[in-house]
């Protein structure tokens, strides 16, 4: 068994302290020697230091017995930074409220409030600006499907 992210997937449920915790990515780098395995962690209300230290503990003991305590690694279990795009539909729901900015499979681009968020997309009251530089809020839907980034956009008023 090669130690890959799949491999890592495949034991990180168990490895979760609550339901409320979830997989945003797991990556493991090429190096042969020393492979760093990265796993980036969500929550349905945020996720802290206690509670990647408990998942990077379990998923240590985890990859020790399927492995054996002679493999060499680097392992770093975080969260995702402010200004990492939202990769899950599940991550949507902490954000109501939050403005983002949304990047398109056409190309185009649409920032506005996150008001709720649908089964199959998110609706946001949607920034347009008009040639008189007045900017008008109109509510739009957008299936998840149609979305290719989504940033939250950060204010420092």
């Known amino acids: 068994m090669t130690l890959n992210a799949e491999n ?15 997989v945003v990515k797991v990556q493991v780098s ?40 002679d493999i060499s690694y680097v392992l770093e ?10 990769t899950s539909e599940r991550q949507y729901k902490r954000h109501v409220g939050r403005k983002l900015k949304l990047v398109l499979k056409d190309g185009s681009e649409k920032t506005g409030i996150l008001e709720e968020v649908l089964a199959d997309g998110i609706k946001i009251t949607e920034e347009v600006k008009e040639k008189s530089k007045k900017v ?12 290719v980034k989504t940033n939250i956009v950060i204010s420092f008023k």
């Open 8 to 22: 890592i997937k495949t034991m990180l449920p168990s490895c979760l302290p609550s339901d409320e915790l979830f």
């Open 77 to 86: 279990v975080t969260s995702p930074g402010a200004d990492q795009p939202l």
């Open 30 to 69: 090429d190096n042969p020697a020393k492979p760093k395995i990265t796993v980036i962690l969500d929550g349905d209300n945020g996720v802290g230091i206690d509670e990647c230290a408990v998942v990077s503990r379990r998923l240590n003991n985890r990859i020790e017995t399927t492995y054996g305590d």
């Open 136 to 147: 008008t809020l109109v509510p739009t839907q957008v299936n998840f499907t149609d979305i």
